[in-house]
């Protein structure tokens, strides 16, 4: 499996340091997905698939909530949820307090899955942290949460005509 980073290091070693640690980011993301999707893929499952059925319970959650969980459009995640319930792994369910609601529910078939492909994914990822001490891990853990509460706090604004 080969990775081609976006920018070349001499590129990279030029930008200011908050497109560096930008660049840096993204590469590792997309290092870390293709790593799932690699894992997943002996599992017949793709990343959405595998988060949709953490996000859902036997009682059931609402796919607004999987969407938002997910930084998705509910639109974008009702094929994936149709593949998943043709597999037997979830049920879509109408919500008895809001007919307009539809309830994403776990069954048993998608819970044995889990159970299976869990523990190995979650060693898979920690083999892939292993390049850090624990005590840096928890500091990367801090820096990235603060990073996301950020971002979370900041309107997404189109760029005013000065910033072309």
């Known amino acids: 499996m080969s990775i081609l980073p976006d920018i070349s290091s001499s590129d990279v070693m030029a930008a200011e340091p908050e497109l560096e640690a930008y660049t840096l980011l993204r590469q590792v993301n997309l290092m870390m997905d293709t790593y799932n999707r690699y894992d997943l893929r002996r599992e017949d499952l793709t ?6 059925l953490n996000y859902a319970t036997p009682e059931g959650m609402p796919l607004s909530t999987i969407s938002s ?3 998705c459009d509910n639109s974008n995640l009702t094929g994936i949820v149709e593949r998943l319930a043709s597999k037997g792994y979830v049920e879509r369910r109408p919500d008895p307090q809001d007919r307009r609601v539809s309830l994403i529910c776990l069954t048993a078939a998608g819970a044995e899955k889990l159970r ?6 979650h060693a898979g990822v920690s083999r892939r942290m292993r390049t850090l001490a624990p005590h840096e891990v928890a500091q990367l853990r801090h820096l990235l949460q603060t990073l996301f509460d950020g971002l979370l ?5 189109e760029p005013s005509d000065d910033q072309h």
């Not at 706090?153 to 604004?157: G, I």
């Open 47 to 52: 990343v959405p698939q595998f988060m949709i």
């Open 69 to 71: 969980r997910m930084l």
């Open 116 to 121: 299976r492909i869990k523990p190995r994914h």
């Open 153 to 157: 706090d900041q309107p997404v604004a």
